[in-house]
């Protein structure tokens, strides 16, 4: 479904990513994982159109889609859930998940997506910006999820939680590659990340150092003491 293909991408004059190959393949999640400033971020904003390419080429269901505007990606189908949450805080968590589905005419219904999503379903009339971390973050992607995304992107979505928080939401990204959701993730919690993967990527640099299954990666010695604290 994502084929990346010797991508790069600047901040100016400053390299940000170089030489990036990587593989998604439908239903499959997969875990990106690496130090601060390695260029996760970078790379799905990349994906996502938000951040334009300098080389390279991303190749999305069989379409050359390099050079297409990030709305135009959400149309096809590429949707990302943002670093930070970045939910709209004076506006409802009802209304937070209708603007979702704003760029694409297939959305799914509000009541589908928020019964994924129970502890929400209350707070539907409440501003977004009350709720706690945990539930913004459910809200995050649970607005992503209403534009019946084909390619999910997650970037760092336990970040600033609590441990019990993590799980849950862990376990919600679990149960959307159980229905056969596409997910690329991006998470500083390697263990957790790979731990719901089926394959996994180590990004240094701005560069894919190491690929492979997410088990093997689980049970890789550096990957361990690199990103594990082992």
Known sequence: MLDVRALGSRYGRIPALADVNLRVAAGELVALVGANGAGKTTLLRTISGVQPACAGAIGFDGQEVTALSARRRVQLGIV???????????????????????????????????????????????????????????????????????????????????????????????????????VLLVDQNAR??????????VMETGRIVLEDAAADLLRNHKVQQAYMGL
């Not at 959305?107 to 019964?115: I, Q, R």
């Not at 957790?192 to 990527?201: E, K």
């Open 80 to 182: 990302q859930v943002p670093e930070g949450r970045q939910v709209f805080g004076p506006l409802s968590v009802e209304d937070n998940l209708r603007l979702g589905a704003f760029a694409r005419g297939t959305a799914a219904t509000l009541d589908s997506v928020l019964a994924l999503f129970p502890a929400l379903l209350p707070k539907r009339s409440l501003p977004a910006g009350d709720l706690s971390g945990g539930q913004q973050q459910m809200l995050a992607i649970a607005r992503a999820l209403m534009a019946e995304p084909r390619l999910l992107l997650l970037d760092e979505p336990s970040m600033g939680l609590a441990p019990r928080l993590v799980a849950e939401i862990f376990a919600h990204i679990a149960a959307l590659k159980a229905r056969g959701t596409t």
């Open 192 to 201: 957790a990340a790979l731990a719901v993967a089926d394959r996994g990527y």
